[in-house]
């Protein structure tokens, strides 16, 4: 059993003056005091609760390592065309490029020579030895974010008309997503030394039907699967809404270790359809205005013995904002420190 607590940067700048502007971003020393700062607040407030013990300070260098994210969730997407927007009180995102058919069509998957030499992967490159210098172990390793995801930055919703006017562009466009996905996860790993767990966000699949998934986005999830498997590495799938009707299709994936799943989900057959994998459920800040102390204690607990084990279940309550009163996350956590002691028995 395992809890994840992350509040806002909305939050944190409105409370502790954070800044999340793009001299942020491209100050690594200036981003890990940061967020060592941040990391000593959650322990402060939340550490009694016992979910935190990972968290340590990388100053003492007990972080086994430190991630370089300049470009946030949103690389992918920058690599590709997309610009980066950043604001101090929220996380990079990418600005929408809606690349023209011929664009699109014209485009070449890139070598891993032309991906070495990009100013984006250069960038992060500096910030790694700024930070092995300070004597940090640092990953290059990057959120790959999810082919869907990245493919409506550079489309636009013109890409919801291209799946029945236009599906050899479709392909293109995953075709080319999935490739710089895959030689970005190869390049830094082969940078950092070592393996990486590799993941898929599908955020975006909620807005699509199962027969759309399937005909289109699926055979790319699946290669990335393969990648991960001949890797000998772990392999998870993120869609944190509406993953009940896309089970058929993930049960297709023959090698998964972990799903990400929204709290819209029933859990209870969720496992029951994926007996092995472990199961993070997100519960979102909607729930969280929704339903009072009492309620989310019910929820958190019931949802835990219907998807169990407690050692193959957990939760991730993320951009908790500033209207979410304080109790509600004190019962959150009180569920968990219940769920801890019961599964000690």
Known sequence: MFLNLGF???WWNLNYGMDFSEKTFMDPIKKIQQQDFMDSVMRERFGAWGFLE?????????????AVEPYGHRFIAAMLGAKVKYTYNQAPWAV?????????????????????KSPLVREIVRQCDILGGSGLNCSAQQNLSGIMNTAIYLRGMDLFF???DNPGLVHKLFSLIAHMMLASYDYFCGFDGKKSPLGIGNCSVAML?????EEFELPYD???MEHAKAAGVPFMIHQDSNVDVFADAYKKFGYVSSFDIGCDTDVARFRREFPDVCINVFVYASALHEKNEGELFDYIVETAESGGPLDKIGFSVFDVDEGVPMGRIESVCDAFAHLKEKGKK
Do not use: H, W
């Open 54 to 66: 990972n968290i340590s300070d990388t100053a003492v260098l007990s972080r086994p390592s430190v």
């Open 209 to 213: 039907s199962p027969r759309i998934y």
């Open 8 to 10: 806002s940067n909305e």
């Open 162 to 164: 291209d799946f029945e």
């Open 96 to 116: 929408t490029s809606v690349l023209g058919a011929d664009e699109i069509m014209s485009l070449e998957p890139v070598t891993q020579k032309e991906f070495s």
């Open 222 to 224: 699946m290669a990335m």
